[in-house]
């Protein structure tokens, strides 16, 4: 597969099997620099085993994984971090012991930065998500949207090229979800970094993405969705376009789980 200038992160064929049953199957997908994508499906269609698969927490049974045009497949967890990939994930892995600042500052000294690179990213990325003000408290003083706002900060404090997000906001209230939505577009826009955001909502992944991509029960992307809009506010949330494109992946939700 020739690789384009823009093309930040592909798979080929990348599969998972868990004694037998395939969580994944045959996955090829691929995402673009600078760009927000959703990746929707029901649950246990494979979504977070394909993230997984991703960021290494996982390995693949077959198939590969390539980032900024090298094969990345067997690379464990903690170097694919190192060469620029972030993560967050629906269950926040705060540490309740350390303070907001701590707990984002923690993987930046185990990589060995020094203290004042390591103060200004931590800060720098609070500041982004809204926590400037509670770097010294602790969890336990803390909103589970602010949690959230932690998990994200201990990621962007790190550089991440590409920011694969498993329904971070799944677990919040409708209020929360849909401030903290508008939160991460603030952010990607001012970042430039690559998003890909997994939810179950069809309204939260058409809100979000540029493109959505729909994974059915048996853990194959089935279709790839674009959402003409450059404008994400109340009023496109309003709008015909929006409702259209909720309707198109509905559809499309409804026509995969038939198909199986």
């Excluded at 609070?126 to 909103?143: K, N, T």
């Excluded at 939505?181 to 955001?197: A, H």
């Excluded at 969705?225 to 559809?251: C, G, M, Q, V, W």
């Amino acid at each position: 597969m020739d690789i384009l200038n823009d093309e930040l992160l592909y798979t080929e064929n990348l599969s998972k099997n868990f004694q037998g049953i395939t969580a994944v199957d045959k996955v090829n997908f691929k995402i673009n620099k600078n760009e927000i994508r959703a990746l929707i499906g029901p649950n246990g269609a494979g979504k977070t085993t394909f993230v997984s698969l991703l960021c290494g927490r996982i390995r693949a049974s077959k198939g590969k994984v390539f980032f900024n045009g090298s094969d990345i497949s067997n690379l464990p967890v903690y170097k694919r971090i190192s060469s620029g990939i972030g993560y967050t994930f629906q269950i926040t892995s705060i540490f309740s012991n350390l303070t907001v600042y701590e707990n984002v500052a923690l993987p930046l000294k185990i990589k060995g930065l020094n203290q004042q690179l390591t103060h200004t990213r931590v800060v720098d990325a609070l500041a982004l998500v809204g926590l400037a003000d509670r770097q010294h408290a602790l969890p336990r003083e803390l909103s589970g949207g602010m949690k959230m706002r932690v998990s994200l900060a201990r990621a962007l404090a790190q550089n991440p090229d590409v920011l694969f997000m498993d329904e971070p906001f799944g677990a919040l209230d409708e209020l929360t979800r849909l401030k903290l939505d508008d939160e991460l577009l603030d952010i990607w826009r001012r970042q430039k970094c690559t998003i890909l955001f997994v939810t179950h909502t069809v309204s939260e992944a058409t809100y979000l993405a540029e493109r959505v991509l729909v994974m059915s029960s048996d853990g194959q992307l089935k279709d790839d969705i674009k959402i003409d809009s450059n404008t994400r506010n109340d009023a496109f949330r309003a709008s015909t376009p929006f409702h259209e494109a909720r309707l198109t992946i509905t559809k499309s939700l409804e026509h995969n789980e038939e198909a199986i």
